[in-house]
């Protein structure tokens, strides 16, 4: 059996790990490569393994660093198959089209620059569907699939977002658990991460030398920034990624006003087509809901709606929502505030004493969203300083990923006695959850490193 090693290695982002064991070869994950251009240029670069001589794909979850390279993959000879759940192969489509989409605006602004020359996307939609039609029919959790030569997987819940699993491949006795990303335990709507255990694990350790606030005390307060800001007739803006974190608040608020906590008309806009897309697929899996999601359906009610939500599709009804003076939450993209339609709230919102701007996730060094973190007394956008006049605030506990003491849990729990595997970590969160480890063989491989086991 050998291991290589082909992305998130001593890095975050581009999972990549082929398995090869006999003569067969299978791949964990192909995602993309983000957060910087020099990164993000390594998308394009030569994947390191044949493409074509693949036996096959399994996929952790749908977040675009763990399948934004499946496009390539097609392009590149791959035939399949792709295993995933039924909600990753949902939600993996959405998020690939997104993709390409904004591979064509980069393509553009690479044409420009270029002095008007035609520059190629690094895949487009049609790419997309060919990726699309190499998934097989999907696997539902515990199932046991058979991958030929004698190997078998299994799915498990990892608790991270809608349909992510740890991928469990079993040759006779042997065992290798990939973690895929890990949510922590005790988050809404999906169940916790229930790893199976495995003499080889290759796991994650995005957070291997943090601990985050508990989900419980960031609800409590975003609801507290909520009540202050209505109370002075502020609106409340929260820049948020379309998948999961959007669920997420959504599902929080809905409980919060059900409690009590927040008044029963609060208007809360989602406004982005994407997240909307996405909230649809939470609706339509409830295979993967924690008991008090499944709970909530069981009794009629929908865990991410409630009367007072609108959602908003139509650019001409986002554009309305510019009218809002107070009194509304309005959650929209990018997280980051890179793009999207968050920015036409920020360029209303930020000038504005009485509103509050709350940050619900990461903001990457050098985008909008860190700057007004960071305490900018004026942000560029549309050409135009906007003074941040507004509250900020960020609340870090709705990470969608396992903080140290939770990755020690979840180790202790898969084992990885014969070989553990550290991957999808900065150099220092890595090494410092190797020093609280049980005392196992532990390898952080670099980039195309090849491990025999
Ligand atoms: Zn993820």
Redesign the pocket.
């Known amino acids: 059996m050998e291991l290589s090693f082909h992305g998130a290695d001593r890095g975050v982002t581009g999972s990549c790990h082929l398995l090869e064991c006999g003569r067969r070869r299978l791949l964990v994950d192909c995602g993309m490569f983000q957060g910087s251009r020099e990164l993000e240029e390594e998308n394009s670069a030569a994947l390191g393994f044949d493409p074509a001589a693949l036996d096959g794909l399994l996929l952790t979850?749908a977040?675009l660093?763990?399948c934004g390279r499946l496009p390539l993959l097609a392009k590149g000879g791959f035939r399949g198959p792709i295993l995933a759940t039924a909600a990753t192969r949902e939600l993996a489509r959405i998020v690939l089209q997104d993709a390409a989409h904004m591979a064509a605006d980069d393509a553009a602004w690479r044409g420009r620059r270029a002095g008007g020359r035609a520059a190629a996307p690094l895949y487009t939609p049609q790419d997309v569907e060919a990726a699309l039609a190499l998934f097989a029919p999907p696997l539902r959790y515990g199932e046991e699939r058979e991958l030929g030569g004698g190997l078998r997987t299994s799915f498990h819940d990892a608790g991270?977002?809608l349909g992510s699993a740890h991928v469990l491949v079993q040759s006779g006795a042997r065992r290798v658990l990939f973690s895929g990303?890990i949510g922590g335990a005790g988050r809404p709507i999906i169940r916790d991460p229930a790893p199976p255990r495995a003499g080889i694990v290759v796991m994650e350790s995005t957070y291997g030398d943090r601990r985050h606030r508990s989900p419980a005390e960031s609800v409590r307060e975003l609801v507290g920034v909520i009540a202050a800001t209505l109370a002075r007739g502020g609106n409340v803006v929260i820049p948020s990624f379309a998948l999961e974190r959007t669920q997420e608040i959504l599902f929080s608020l809905r409980a919060a006003i059900a409690a009590g906590a927040l008044p029963r008309h609060l208007p809360v806009f989602v406004d982005s087509p994407m997240a909307i897309s996405v909230t649809e697929v939470y609706q339509r899996h409830p295979e993967c809901f924690d008991e008090e999601s499944a709970a909530l359906v069981a009794d009629g009610l929908d865990p991410f709606g409630f009367a007072s939500l609108r959602l908003v599709r139509a650019t001409s009804e986002s554009i309305g929502l510019n009218r809002l003076s107070g009194g509304a939450v309005i959650m929209a993209g990018s997280g980051m505030c890179t793009g999207g339609r968050v920015r036409h709230h920020l360029v209303q919102n930020l000038p504005r004493p009485n509103a509050s701007i709350v940050f619900v996730g990461f903001a990457a060094q050098g985008t909008p969203a860190r700057r007004i973190i960071d305490g900018a007394r004026s942000i560029r956008l549309f050409g135009e300083e906007v003074p941040v006049r507004a509250e900020v605030h960020t609340i870090n506990g709705f990470s969608?990923h396992a903080d140290q003491p939770e990755l020690l849990a979840w180790h202790a729990r898969a084992g990885g006695e014969e070989r553990t595997v550290l991957v999808h970590g900065e150099p220092r969160a890595m090494e410092a959850l190797a020093a609280r480890l049980a005392p196992v063989p532990i390898t952080m491989p670099a980039p195309g490193e090849r491990l025999q086991l």
């Open positions: 979850h977040h660093d763990h991270h977002i990303d969608a």
